[in-house]
T-cell receptor, first 117, second 110 residues
Framework: GAVVSQHPSWVICKSGTSVKIECRSL??????MFWYRQFPKQSLMLMAT?????????EQGVEKDKFLINHASLTLSTLTVTSAHPEDSSFYIC?????????????FGPGTRLTVT | KQEVTQIPAALSVPEGENLVLNCSFT??????LQWFRQDPGKGLTSLLL?????REQTSGRLNASLDKSSGRSTLYIAASQPGDSATYLC?????????FGTGTSLTVIP
């Protein structure tokens, strides 16, 4: 159990366009979801935290108008990169947590590779 | 702010050798510590989760220990195999915050 999927697994888009990445918890209720980005040979950096039905909380330095996060249901969160630029190219990973379990364990998706040309 | 450091940054060992990866953190007020494996270009695979009240966890050839008071965790890999080659990340949870270490890149030479 505790499987998290992401779609798409990779995407290439042109500069100035928007891209939406989906994160789904397949077999549990994700009361809290997290979005991370990872640059080559670096560790994961938390971008934002979202609770179902609430606005996301963004980490310092992350532009909330550029990285739109929607956690509309207990199984789905989306990250939309608006007006993407080459510097947004990165590996985006989501994770989900069932707060009802009380373990604070996060379950990670397989990641989405975004390349902006 | 919690800072998580992993030493060494890279490690190369011959197949069959036992090895230890280190993780240290600055704030002992954690809920749990988790070890992950990441293959190049891939997502994270959870290896072991240690709750703050626990001292160690074992899974197969892997054993992870946690010493909250000293802010340290170790991941012990027994009888290493080439398939163990990957980047190993530790992460500590402080409730809503999840802080990742810098990672150790492991290469097991056949």
């Amino acid at each position: 159990g505790a499987v998290v999927s992401q779609h798409p697994s990779w995407v290439i888009c042109k500069s100035g366009t928007s891209v939406k990445i989906e994160c789904r918890s397949l077999d549990f209720q994700a009361t809290t979801m997290f979005w991370y980005r990872q640059f080559p040979k670096q560790s994961l950096m938390l971008m934002a935290t979202s609770n179902e039905g609430s606005k996301a909380t963004y980490e310092q330095g992350v532009e909330k108008d550029k990285f739109l996060i929607n956690h509309a249901s207990l199984t789905l969160s989306t990250l939309t990169v608006t007006s993407a630029h080459p510097e947004d190219s990165s590996f985006y990973i989501c994770s989900a947590r069932d707060d009802g379990r009380g373990t604070y364990e996060q379950y990670f998706g397989p990641g989405t590779r975004l390349t902006v040309t | 702010k919690q800072e998580v450091t992993q030493i060494p940054a890279a490690l190369s060992v011959p197949e069959g050798e036992n090895l230890v990866l280190n993780c240290s953190f600055t704030d002992s007020a954690i809920y749990n510590l988790q070890w992950f494996r990441q293959d190049p270009g891939k997502g994270l695979t959870s290896l072991l989760l240690i709750q703050s009240s626990q001292r160690e966890q074992t899974s197969g050839r892997l054993n992870a220990s946690l010493d909250k008071s000293s802010g340290r965790s170790t991941l012990y890999i027994a009888a290493s195999q080439p398939g163990d080659s990957a980047t190993y990340l530790c992460a500590v949870s402080g409730g809503n915050q999840f802080y990742f270490g810098t990672g150790t890149s492991l290469t097991v030479i056949p």
